[in-house]
């Protein structure tokens, strides 16, 4: 997997506006990674086997640090005085801005894995050229999640070839999941209006370089799977505009019930 930094813009001063686009930037990868250890917090007690019920708890815990750092800066660029815990809890589901693929319900397990090889491979290449861009807090934040981005492809990836080239059961779970949530794989990559102003500030990556990664990635994979790769697929797309699924209103339901019950609540 290469590791091409993006181009650094010349410097120039942030604009208001880009710095309104930024926070709705870092705000939307503070949603995606909290939505998604939610999802996979789900698990916990409840994994096939002990050691995979970890290894989902502990993806979990990992992509929960990231949308508390992401979170942090978010806050920051705002400068309204909001904190980490108001824009995670007391923010309602239109305001978010994660992409559909992470508000997905589990399933089963087949289902569980295929949704995170999808956005495994999105994210490890993300943080990649984040890494090298001209945001200091961003590269700071991706050169930390990275190296744990990194664990997260490899055990997802190897759950995808254990299952697509397993018994007929598995496979046949496995292809079911992928039929089922391949539609959401092309949000990621498909740039929203303010990723768009964001890369002709310099400021984010081109989405072009990263969805060869993935698609590199992927065919090997899948070849070693012994899964054909979904082609034609119509693509969901919304949730990066705040048009979500039903499944988002119930998981922040219970995701915000005890700060919304107990407003200002503090351990």
């Known amino acids: 997997m290469t590791d091409s930094p993006m181009p650094a813009p010349t410097p120039t001063a942030a604009s208001p506006e880009t ?69 995670a809890y007391l923010r309602s589901a239109v305001e978010y801005r994660n992409p559909l693929l992470v508000e997905q319900p589990n399933g089963d397990f087949a289902s569980t894995i295929v949704r995170q090889f999808i956005y495994d491979c999105f994210h490890y290449h993300l943080l990649l050229q984040l890494k090298s861009g001209p945001d200091a807090q961003l590269a700071a934040i991706a050169e930390k999640s990275v190296k744990e981005a990194a664990y997260h492809i490899k055990w997802s990836s ?9 018994t007929e059961e598995s496979r046949r779970r496995v292809e079911k999941a992928i039929s089922n949530l391949w539609r959401y794989a092309g949000e990621l990559t498909t740039p929203s209006a303010t990723e768009k102003a964001l890369q002709a500030a310099g400021l984010l990556p081109d ?61």
């Open 19 to 87: 710095q309104t686009q930024l926070f709705a930037y870092v705000l939307q990868l503070a949603d995606t990674s909290l939505i998604l250890a939610h999802r996979l917090s789900e698990w916990c007690g409840h994994g096939p086997i002990l050691e995979q019920d970890l290894a989902m708890a502990n993806i979990a815990l990992d992509l929960l640090g990231e949308a508390r750092s992401y979170y942090q800066y978010a806050a920051e660029l705002e400068g309204k005085g909001r904190t980490e815990d108001d824009l």
């Open 158 to 166: 190897e759950w995808v070839i254990r299952l697509g080239d397993g």
């Open 207 to 267: 989405y072009a370089p990263i969805q060869q990664q993935i698609d590199t990635h992927v065919t090997r994979v899948f070849e070693e799977a012994t899964l054909p790769v979904p082609q034609g697929v119509f693509m969901q797309k919304g949730g990066k505009d705040g048009r979500h699924s039903e499944h988002l209103g119930y998981l922040l339901a219970e995701l915000q019930y005890l700060q919304r019950t107990y407003p200002g609540l503090q351990w």
